[in-house]
């Protein structure tokens, strides 16, 4: 219990003053339930009492944004946020701070304490976030059983780079094998449309040139040879520049970190580099892995520039789509595999959570981080996966998933829930594959999803970044509106009320389990709900290309600009085999997935504005 004495209490203004703050606090102290979510603002009031001119400070209190000497020796919010060890931030930052407590903060605390913390003892609703003190596990398993991949035959090279550039990851590979055309051969075409369309979409940070050729020309060696490394062998390929490779610069997107070069081999750029596959881009994230804006641009959509991507793997979803690269690997932490690749029409895979090593990747959260593949099909997700899965030994998160062989998967014995908002065309096609589609609804009682993992990837990705917090280096961020203010609130959630959080994230788990009583279901792939959802259970979902409609007020009647329509087909964790095989095969009997978007080929006196007039909105907190 806290009582004001001595240099607190200065005449009878302040013994009134203390006497004011001491009854609040004593109120705080009878009522425990309210302490934390109060004792910000309880903080405020008593020293603002004694300050009361702060908020209307003359304008010398204020330099730059920050408070002057005097200020700051006098502000109430300075000693409270010095008991937070985080009395680096000016003013204006604190009442920046304080509303988004007020707002977004303080109703997800009262949300998950009244899940999770009206009873004592802590028996009913563990984190699921628990220490393992095991130093070596023993596998029971082998992890190197690979899929049966469909055999291709029969394909002949097209004359124009702009069809080889659209052809499928075993459509190369039948190419490269037959000698139709080289892996050298194939990494120029895709570098040369790196550059061509690059400065349209802003979607590579780096071009990899010179590593592309020499890993190119070593599997085009190894094949004259008679060593076949698998499908991907010599097939050219992009990484989201959160992932290391040693002597390329890895910039997470962020002008802070635009010259960084990580001495580090990223586990999953060694598993494709041991696959024979070529790597020919570091692709945008991004800054910091934050929706689509980075230090050289915005990333635009392929199908509609005057679009953005919106999703931090914006280069994966863009070039892919672009045809600038056969495959890309992209990562979701919270949307950032579901959104871009449904804006950009891309079939793409995010796994269940630990499928993907993550070692020499960018953290944002160790819990919800995932890497998944950007694909021409399902079945080029399939064959990405197959290379990339398997325990990453320094990844304490990753493990062997010995998933079934989705090319061997007997779907007609499969039964599939489809949402209110799922795309019937998928329903009615899987119907007619023999597929038993029933209505589906995932029942839970938690309410405050969207806060769980908005404190659970805020408060993780302050703990990976908080020097360059307290250092100022939030201030040369691409766009304050994203991570800085979100960062800055993080700064504020009580220890208490994470781990409430994550009891709250364990009963979710809990619900959602209970409620899967189907092998599968298909809804709406960027419901933030769902993908708030997803990304907390840790389940994996396809993302699946259905069609187009026109976009908005079109420029001109010819136009060929899209808007791309998706669903997603969910599977429980564990489970991505069954996702992938019925969207195999969906498209097996559509095309929409082999559709071309028209980039900056747009039509009859179509015309470009810059920058794009298109607004995306914000998404918003539900509450």
Not at 82 to 87: K, R
Not at 257 to 285: C, H, M, N, P
Request: charged share 25%.
């Amino acid at each position: 219990m806290y009582t004001p004495t001595g240099s607190h209490v200065a005449g009878e203004y302040d013994r009134q003053v203390s006497s004011q703050a001491y009854t609040c606090h004593q109120f705080l102290a009878a009522n425990s339930h309210l302490h934390s979510v109060c004792s910000l603002l309880f903080w405020r009031l008593f020293f603002r009492t004694r300050t009361p001119n702060m908020d209307s400070a003359s304008p010398e209190v204020f330099r730059n944004g920050k408070r002057s000497k005097n200020m700051a020796a006098d502000s109430g919010f300075t000693r409270c946020f010095s008991m937070l060890d985080a009395e680096f931030f000016n003013d204006n930052k604190m009442l920046e701070i304080e509303k988004g407590a007020k707002e977004l903060t303080i109703p997800i605390i009262e949300d998950n304490r009244k899940i999770v913390a009206t009873a004592n003892g802590g028996l009913k609703y563990p984190s699921p976030l628990v220490f393992n003190s095991e130093w070596k596990r023993e596998e029971m398993h082998d992890d190197t059983e690979r899929f049966s991949y469909p055999s291709v035959s029969g394909v002949t090279r097209p004359k124009s780079e702009e069809d080889i550039a659209f052809m499928t990851v075993l459509e190369l590979g039948h190419l490269i094998r037959t000698k139709q055309v080289t892996s050298e051969e194939l990494a120029g075409i895709f570098l040369r449309r790196l550059k061509r369309y690059n400065p349209v979409l802003e979607a590579v940070i780096t071009v990899t040139e010179d590593l592309a050729y020499k890993q190119a020309k070593q599997a085009d060696q190894l094949l004259a040879q008679g060593v076949d490394l698998g499908p991907l062998h010599g097939i050219p390929y992009g990484l989201k520049d959160i992932i290391a490779v040693p002597e390329y610069k890895t910039t997470w997107g962020s002008t802070t970190f635009k010259d960084q070069v990580l001495d580090i081999e990223a586990w999953v750029y060694k598993r494709l580099k041991s696959a024979g596959a070529v790597l020919v881009g570091k692709l945008v994230t991004g800054s910091l892995a934050y929706d689509d804006i980075w230090f050289g641009g915005r990333t635009r959509n392929p199908w509609n520039i005057e679009e953005f991507t919106t999703g931090s793997s914006a280069g994966p979803a863009a070039c892919t789509s672009a045809g600038m690269v056969p495959f890309a690997i992209g990562s979701e932490t919270a949307g950032s595999i579901t959104y871009p690749a449904s804006r950009c029409g891309v079939t793409a895979l995010r796994p269940t959570f630990g499928a993907v090593g993550r070692t020499g990747v960018l953290s944002l959260s160790e819990s919800l981080d995932k890497l998944g593949p950007f694909c021409r099909s399902a079945v080029d997700c399939a064959i990405v996966l197959d290379v990339i899965r398997g325990k990453d030994p320094d990844d304490l998160s990753s493990r062997k998933i010995f998933l079934d062989d989705p090319f061997s998967v007997d779907i007609t014995k499969l039964t599939v829930g489809y949402m209110e908002d799922a795309e019937m065309e998928v329903v009615d096609v899987l119907k007619s594959k023999g597929v038993n589609m029933v209505p589906f609804t995932l029942n839970y009682t938690v309410e405050s999803v969207q806060g769980i993992l908005n404190f659970t990837m805020d408060v993780d990705m302050l703990a990976h970044f908080d020097n360059w917090q307290r250092s100022g280096q939030d201030d040369e961020f691409e766009a304050q509106d994203q991570w800085p203010t979100e960062l800055r609130r993080a700064r504020v959630i009580p220890a208490v009320d994470y781990i409430q959080s994550q009891r709250a994230r364990g009963k979710l788990i809990r619900e959602v389990k209970e409620s899967f009583t189907v092998d599968a279901f298909v809804g709406n792939v960027t419901d933030w709900e769902k993908v708030c959802v997803g990304n907390l259970v840790g389940m994996p979902v396809m993302v699946v290309p259905v069609g187009f409609e026109k976009i908005k007020d079109p420029p001109t009647d010819g136009t060929r600009r899209r808007t791309t329509v998706t669903t997603g087909i969910y599977a429980p964790p564990d489970h991505d085999h069954i996702a992938l095989a019925l969207t195999m095969a969906y498209q097996s009997v559509t095309d929409h997935h082999k559709k071309r978007p028209p980039i900056d080929d747009l039509g009859p006196d179509d015309t470009i504005s810059n920058p794009p007039k298109a607004v995306i909105p914000p998404r918003v907190l539900k509450m």
